[in-house]
């Protein structure tokens, strides 16, 4: 262990903790555009420098080592004014149209320029300007409000492993892009809006289908339906309708879904979509209460085994069950039924 002093406290973290996770450790937000838990610290947004005493400029937080009796200002005059002047660079090449973005609510730069006092950049020149690609079916990218901080490329190649993006071109060319600037429709991109997910800027935004603010959503918590594996989500509702989801950072899915689990969310809000069992009465299928739905399944079950024996019956069970759900299933078949016939369709 090593102990360090931030803004005054002293706060003791294991060697090897970086000035970023000490901080937060005590609770002292140090803002960035760049730093995901999940990815290699590679400081390139500079928002999150900070004072070190002793040292001959500001230091990134979110890769720079904690040391031993080290002093650190996260708020100084000198932090301060550096991260003034960054966020009047990034604007210097970012729009302004925050009133239409559809980001607006959510994007990190804004939230920083709002706390830094910072209404429009300082700087005047060329900007750059990029089409925006719609060719994947379910996200855009606006490579002009892109601020280049990474995050969507080092998620897509370290955690997803997909490689489908990456930095193309350098200086004031340098943009986010496919191999040959072909698209993201042809690439080896598989959608799963993981890069979406953690853009800090209205760069990369789901197709929506709905036209909402995110303040006016309500957020709940869920576990995907699509497989067994558990990936918790949030979906996020506005008059009582899905219009979006996003990951959670839950045990077995740590931040990330599949295109399914973050886009296929529709059969929710559809019309043809069962609420309710039904029971055929007379060739006719009627809605009837869950427990009466119980009862003529193990009336039925009882009746066959009566009469035919177990292995009369079957169960298929699903790969969007849990694992425990079929284990419980073919434990039910094998132990209470008395049958091997148990089945799984293996795949969506």
């Not at 991260?83 to 980001?103: F, G, Q, S, V």
């Not at 690609?133 to 996200?139: G, K, V």
């Not at 002009?144 to 998620?155: A, D, E, F, M, S």
Request: hydrophobic share 35%; net charge negative.
């Amino acid at each position: 262990m090593i102990t360090l002093k931030i803004n005054g406290f002293d706060v003791e973290v294991k060697e090897g903790a970086t000035i970023y996770h000490a901080a937060s450790s005590i609770g002292v937000k140090i803002p960035t555009l760049c730093y995901d838990e999940r990815l290699k610290p590679h400081g390139s947004c500079r928002i999150c420098v900070v004072e070190v005493e002793g040292a001959r400029s500001l230091m990134a937080s979110c890769s720079t080592p904690a040391a031993n009796g080290m002093v650190v200002h996260t708020e100084s005059e000198a932090v301060v004014t550096a991260r003034k002047e960054l966020l009047d660079l990034i604007l210097a090449n970012h729009p302004l149209d925050c009133l239409t973005c559809e980001k607006a609510g959510r994007c990190t730069l804004q939230d920083l320029c709002y706390q830094y006092d910072i209404e429009e950049s300082t700087f005047d020149g060329k900007r750059k300007s990029y089409e925006k690609d719609a060719s994947n079916e379910f996200y855009t990218a606006d490579q002009t409000k892109c601020i280049l901080c990474g995050k969507c490329v080092y998620v897509c190649s370290q955690v997803q492993n997909t490689d489908a993006i990456c930095f193309v071109d350098r200086g004031f060319e340098t943009h986010i892009g496919t191999p040959f600037d072909m698209g993201l429709s042809e690439s080896t991109c598989v959608s799963c809006g993981n890069c979406v997910a953690v853009c800090p800027v209205g760069a990369l935004m789901p197709k929506r289908k709905e036209k909402f603010r995110y303040w006016e959503v309500e957020k709940v918590k869920t576990t995907c339906s699509y497989c067994g594996v558990g990936c918790q989500m949030e979906l996020l509702v506005k008059d009582g309708k899905v219009v979006e989801v996003e990951p959670v950072k839950g045990h077995s899915n740590d931040g990330l879904l599949c295109v399914k689990g973050r886009f296929s969310y529709d059969f929710v809000n559809h019309p043809s979509r069962l609420k309710k069992p039904l029971v055929r009465k007379n060739g006719v299928l009627e809605e009837v209460t869950w427990d009466e739905a119980y009862e003529t399944i193990v009336d039925k079950i009882k009746e066959i085994k009566a009469a035919d024996g177990p292995d009369a019956i079957a169960a298929f069970s699903s790969a969007r069950g849990l694992t425990e759900e079929n284990y419980l299933m073919t434990k039910m078949m094998r132990a209470v039924i008395g049958t091997n016939n148990v089945d799984h369709c293996a795949r969506l």
